[in-house]
């Protein structure tokens, strides 16, 4: 048997595809899995959908907003969504006990982060493709119809997902499975900062500076802007952009650092709490 | 790395975890090709040496060279000719045994993997339960997996942490003949961490006592028996253990 020897800097497409691999394999043993990234996404579009039908029914504003909530609860699940599905494929590794063998195999920390972007993207994709297509026979609410819009408004909440969920499996990772729960909860810290279903002017003053700081608020800005005025918004995309290169540079860093830092106190042989 | 050149060379390594000082100052050097067995009781640090082998876990000091590349800071260098198995960790369970396989032989580049894995498969008897989940296995046949999984990139440096650790004596019987067969057709350098004596006496060339962190004795098992004046190495091993080392080799004397 021969092995290929590789420059210590180079990134593998190879290895990447291995762990993709590992997830997909997972996924299609596993039919819980799937449907679960389906069902909330659809009981959550569907109890909102029909809130904006009631709402729209008695009041004007509403009846001309058509869609505002329901492109909300899609962009907000585009990246809620997106963080869970980079954690929680994260997590497997530390529910399964299998962090140690792919940290000792030549696997380079930056590749699994690629990995767990690819997995978030196709996760997101099997949850919200479907529930983008029951928007349309429900409520004639067409996702697609934003055009380019809806590409730059995704790649925005995505790189804002990826930055949380590397900070998050950074801290499970050195801090073990007591830091799980920060999965499900990290992203809901910010929530009401990023005016997900209202507009940044309802904030008290100061607690507008800190929404426009984090890229997310651009987004459902710029939605909001798209929806009721027709209007698309660049310079609040480019923003949102410019942020969240930072954001995701600094995120990147983090999780190095709390990966040296879990080498330094030997957390990456247990997954326990 | 010069053909004499220790395939594990530590020197003076030091790791404290918080006030615990788990390794305490030990140096060591492994000939290519030999098979050392790393003894000592719970707590020794045993684990915690090899994890700063496998470069899992930082030296507070001191240094772990492997083919000559320090750990971890050069591991990348090193890490696709090296494997690792523990009971201690685990393979996902969903998956079958032959995708576990088909993901760590890509992770490390393997040529030809469905012929490795075949041949794996083979040698270790792998093939009844190939396509079965690896979850579903009962102890022995995920050891058997584990062993598979630590041989799929036929790594130059193994490190076994109790590889036999909780089999029936049929079964670790079973992977110990494996483990002599691989190091004698690969040449392979294997540092074993055990608590099962007739194992280290069967296949260690050279046995490493730890305790507390510290290096009781290195010598080959033959030259411990005789220094110790015992007939096994659990004898010996218990003396150590017992604090009685000094007084058994005095009187061996």
């Known amino acids: 048997m021969s092995l290929s020897s590789q420059p210590a800097l180079m990134i593998s497409p190879h290895r990447v595809s291995a762990m993709v691999l590992r997830y997909l394999y997972l996924l299609r043993s596993s039919w819980s899995r799937v449907l679960e990234l389906i069902y909330w996404p659809a009981v959550q579009l569907l109890v909102w959908g029909f809130l904006q039908f009631y709402i729209a029914q008695n009041s004007g504003f509403f009846a001309r907003a058509g869609g505002v909530f329901i492109g909300a609860v899609m962009m907000w699940d585009i990246l809620f969504r997106g963080q869970l599905g980079f954690s929680i494929s994260f997590l497997e590794e530390m529910w399964s006990r299998n962090l140690a063998n792919l940290m000792i195999s030549p696997l380079r920390p930056i590749e699994f982060v690629m990995a767990l972007m690819v997995m978030s993207i196709v996760r997101l994709a099997i949850g919200m493709v479907p529930v983008s297509l029951i928007a349309i026979a429900f409520f004639g609410f067409n996702v697609y119809g934003l055009g380019l819009a809806l590409a730059a408004f995704f790649m925005n909440l995505m790189l804002t997902s990826w930055s949380v969920g590397l900070v998050v499996s950074g801290l499970v990772m050195r801090n ?43 987004v459902f800005e710029g939605m909001r802007a798209l929806i009721l005025e027709q209007q698309f918004r660049a310079d609040l995309m480019i923003a949102a952009f410019a942020l969240n290169a930072a954001y995701f540079a600094v995120a990147v860093a983090v999780f190095l650092a709390l990966l040296r830092s879990a080498r330094r106190i030997g957390s990456l042989l247990q997954s326990g709490e | 790395m010069a053909a004499r050149d220790p395939a594990i060379a530590v020197q003076d390594l030091v790791k404290i975890y918080k006030t615990t000082r788990a390794v305490d100052g030990i140096s060591f050097a492994l000939e290519p090709g030999s098979v050392t067995g790393l003894l000592g009781g719970n707590g020794a640090g045993k684990t915690t ?127 110990r003949t494996r483990l002599e067969r691989y190091r004698a057709e690969r ?44 007939e096994t190495l659990e004898e010996v091993f218990l003396d150590v253990a017992r604090g009685r080392g000094e007084a058994a080799r005095e009187a061996a004397q």
């Open chain 1, 176 to 218: 073990g499975m007591g830091a799980e729960s920060l999965a499900w909860t990290m992203m809901f810290l910010i929530m009401p900062v990023i005016c997900v279903y209202y507009p940044v002017s309802v904030l008290p003053g100061w607690l507008q500076w800190l929404a426009w700081a984090l890229p997310p608020t651009y």
């Open chain 2, 49 to 175: 040496t090899i994890a700063m082998i496998l470069g899992l876990v930082m030296p507070t000091s001191g240094s772990a060279r492997v083919l000559g590349a320090e750990m971890p800071r050069q591991r990348n260098r090193v890490l696709f000719r090296m494997n690792f198995e523990s009971p201690y960790v685990d393979m996902p369970h969903r998956l079958t045994v032959r995708q576990n396989l088909a993901v760590f032989g890509r992770l490390y580049a393997v040529a030809d993997l469905s012929a490795r894995i075949a041949q794996l498969a083979s040698e270790l008897d792998l093939g009844e339960f190939l396509d079965r989940p690896t979850g579903k296995l009962s102890a022995g046949q995920k050891t058997r997996v584990a062993l598979a999984k630590a041989l799929i990139n036929s790594p130059d440096v193994l490190l076994l942490d109790e590889p036999t650790a909780s089999l029936d004596p049929d079964t670790a019987d079973w992977v």
């Open chain 2, 187 to 230: 040449g392979a350098t294997v540092l074993l961490a055990s608590h099962n004596m007739a194992e280290v006496e069967r296949l260690c060339d050279r046995v490493i006592i730890m305790k507390r962190g510290r290096i009781e004795d290195d010598d080959t098992p033959a030259h411990l028996l005789a220094r110790y004046g015992r």
